[in-house]
């Protein structure tokens, strides 16, 4: 398979000052050697908790930074060598929808405006491209014609769903796109990126920490702890039976609308490390009931379990067979 | 007018709320944001409240604690007792008295309810020492015991860290620990985890259930969240645009939602109903503007399952079962087509 977006052993690590009290130079690995593959037209959802890597990431993806190890290709292209125009023109490929949508809208400046601005940039400024774009994502002239705060949460998010796919991209970044939204306007934005995904044949990669929104929108899931990947597979495998104990306790954790697990403690323990000196070896293995002297010293690969299902732990075969768990 | 003056009844209650009405009324505009709200809640009992954001959830805990705006905010009818004592009736100064004291609260983003300049430890101290008299030593020995109580590893050494030193959860137990330092009646918990992750989220809502158990605290949970609802709430009160829609113990709500709003909210859940890549069954439009008196149901024009009656001024609630009440007219439509519902099917 070659991936519409793949990355390379992709790394990114920021160096910290050093405290003025002593102490050498620390760094945080925001993003540890993650290789992925996303094929055309597939949506993949990254999950993980705040200061997992996930939107450093998608960052890297979107090259606003620069990565200090590996290589991201989207398409064919590793971006990373292009400057200037070139990259400007390469930039309309991939595009991002952002979690605040009021935030990430001038607000001094009307929705058609807003969505006329981008295609400006590249010289495409048509108002009937903007009327175009204002019907695919449901928006009427009453809508564009109004300021971001005269309008509603999601009526806003629909506006930067519209700039998105203004440039008719091949790959879109989705970065947390419902978390500041209400269930019932969250199901309209949900089935609203579901068929534009389907009518313009989008690669999604969709970062959320909700894991009923990943199980519903994404092909593929990869989960993230502390920069690294640590289980990646097909929703259905990966919810129905999750390898990793970092998954496991994610899926215990999330509250559900039914009452099979009301009185069953979440098994959750500890809370994440810090990320600038993470624990040795596999960074869960401190917050992990099956952690063993290996954990400590080898970090884990991921290795298939169930190809195409993958999972970093070294215990995933002992812990499959002493648990029986089915949480999907 | 129409109202719904009668809820269930709870035997011995801590906090009843009756038919409280406020309107926020700005020069030439008013907005009525609570509707004829009613409701109590009972000794070691975990209510919640429950609705999207703008649905008056946090507007009712603010009117019950007084911390509105006098100008601005005007209860036009009502009472919420504490105990027989109605809040609404009491002065600003015995106000003072009362909360932090008699009830005690949370809120959703426990690093701006901190002070960043302050210990934990004096901030909870202060707390303890602003209402009973104390000296700092006993205070201090208080605080640590909260610590503890809440359970904050190595509870001593925290009692001299600031906020910005703590994680996010730890910082919402020490909200919690200083929410319940002087042994309050009621804990009004105003999304106590929406700026958490989920492990942590896990671990703060199995302590408020421990804590209930324990010292038998009376909570109110303010969420937006059903699936918190479901894992912690005995009771629970589906708020849309400034009423109460529906209200009854959890497991009836779920197993036989009676409101169009209550179903549509659970329709539109992802993962639960999961097949994947299905449409998700949307609300459609959104919330209507308060700046009139809607005599009908609010969520007719949203809804599914709403007719011409709907429109007209709406009956009294009626009672489906045991405590459990609704404001629909459909409720047995409702009922009907929820059936097949895999939430519902999961409580049934």
């Known amino acids: 398979m070659t991936g519409y977006l793949v990355l390379e052993n992709v790394g990114k690590t920021y160096t910290l000052k050093p405290s003025k009290i002593g102490g050498g130079v620390r760094h945080v690995h925001a993003v540890d050697g993650v290789n992925l593959e996303v094929a055309r037209g597939e949506t993949l959802g990254l999950v993980g908790e705040s200061g997992c890597g996930k939107s450093t990431l998608a960052k890297l993806i979107m090259h606003l930074e620069a990565p200090t190890g590996g290589r991201v290709v989207i398409d064919g292209v590793d971006h990373s060598r292009l400057r200037g125009p070139a990259l400007k023109q390469a930039r309309r490929n991939f595009q991002m929808i952002f979690q605040d949508p009021q935030a990430s809208l001038n607000p001094r400046m009307k929705a058609r405006a807003i969505i006329g601005e981008i295609l400006g940039n590249y010289g495409k400024a048509s108002s009937q491209r903007v009327d175009e774009l204002a019907a695919l994502v449901g928006l009427s002239d009453f809508h564009l014609d109004r300021y971001p705060h005269q309008l509603s949460g999601g009526q806003c998010q629909r506006i930067g769903i519209a700039r998105a796919i203004a440039l008719n991209p091949g790959l879109i970044i989705a970065d947390e796109p419902v978390s500041a939204l209400d269930v019932s306007i969250q199901a309209q934005i949900l089935n609203l990126i579901g068929r534009l995904r389907e009518q313009l044949d989008l690669t999604l990669v969709f970062i959320s920490h909700d894991l009923s929104v990943v199980s519903h929108v994404a092909d593929r899931v990869a989960v993230m702890y502390l920069g690294r990947i640590v289980e990646i597979g097909r929703t259905e495998s990966l919810f129905r039976n999750p390898r990793h104990p970092y998954t496991r306790m994610l899926l215990e954790a999330v509250p559900k609308p039914t009452p099979a697990k009301r009185h069953a403690r979440a098994a959750v323990s500890g809370e994440l490390p810090s990320p600038i000196d993470p624990p040795s070896g596999c960074h869960f293995r401190t917050r992990c009931a099956f952690a063993g002297d290996d954990c400590a010293s080898k970090v884990p690969e991921l290795r298939p379990v169930d190809s195409p299902h993958m999972v970093a732990c070294h215990k995933a075969e002992t812990i499959a067979s002493s648990l029986n768990m089915n949480v999907a | ?348």
Not at chain 2, 100 to 124: A, C, E, K, W, Y
Not at chain 2, 133 to 143: M, Q
Not at chain 2, 168 to 180: E, F, N, S, Y
């Open chain 2, 1 to 348: 007018m129409i109202d719904m003056t009668s809820h269930p009844p709870v035997a011995d209650p801590v906090l009843d709320v009756n038919n409280l009405s406020l309107e926020f009324a700005d020069r030439d505009k008013v907005t009525y944001a609570l509707d004829a709200v009613s409701f109590s809640v009972g000794e070691g009992e975990i209510v919640s409240l429950v609705g999207e954001s703008g649905c008056g959830k946090s507007v009712t805990a603010m009117t019950i604690m007084g911390l509105l705006p006098k100008h601005g905010a005007r209860v036009t009818s009502g009472s919420a007792l504490l105990r027989g004592r109605d809040l609404l009736q009491t002065s600003e100064r015995e106000m003072r008295r009362i909360r932090g004291d008699r009830i005690g609260m949370i809120f959703q983003d426990p690093m701006t309810s901190l002070n960043p300049v302050h210990t934990v430890g004096m901030q909870i101290s202060e707390t303890i020492r602003k209402h009973r008299r104390v000296s700092r030593g006993a205070a201090e020995k208080r605080a640590l015991e909260m610590l503890d109580l809440v359970r904050i590893p190595d509870a001593a050494s925290r009692l001299g860290a600031y906020p910005h030193e703590l994680s996010g959860g730890m910082r919402q137990r020490v909200m919690i620990a200083m929410a319940l330092a002087c042994d309050p009646e009621l804990l009004i918990a105003d999304e106590p985890t929406t700026a958490l992750d989920v492990t942590v989220q896990a671990q703060v809502l199995d302590l408020i259930a421990d804590l209930r158990r324990d010292i038998g605290m009376s909570v109110i949970l303010i969420t937006h969240d059903l699936g918190v609802v479901a894992g912690v709430a005995d009771r629970m009160m589906v708020m849309y645009a400034g009423r109460i829609v529906e209200q009854g113990p959890t497991e009836k709500l779920f197993a036989d939602p009676a409101h169009g709003y209550t179903a549509g909210l659970m329709r539109s859940l992802p993962g639960v109903n999961a097949r994947m890549r299905d449409e998700l069954r949307e609300i459609p439009g959104s919330v209507p503007r308060l700046d009139r008196k809607i005599e009908g149901c609010v969520f007719a024009p949203r809804c599914e399952f709403s007719s011409e009656v709907c429109l007209a001024p709406l009956p009294q609630a009626q009672e489906r079962a045991q405590g459990h009440w609704t404001r629909c007219i459909h409720a047995s439509a409702v009922c009907e087509a929820m059936s097949d519902n895999d939430i519902v099917r999961a409580w049934a």
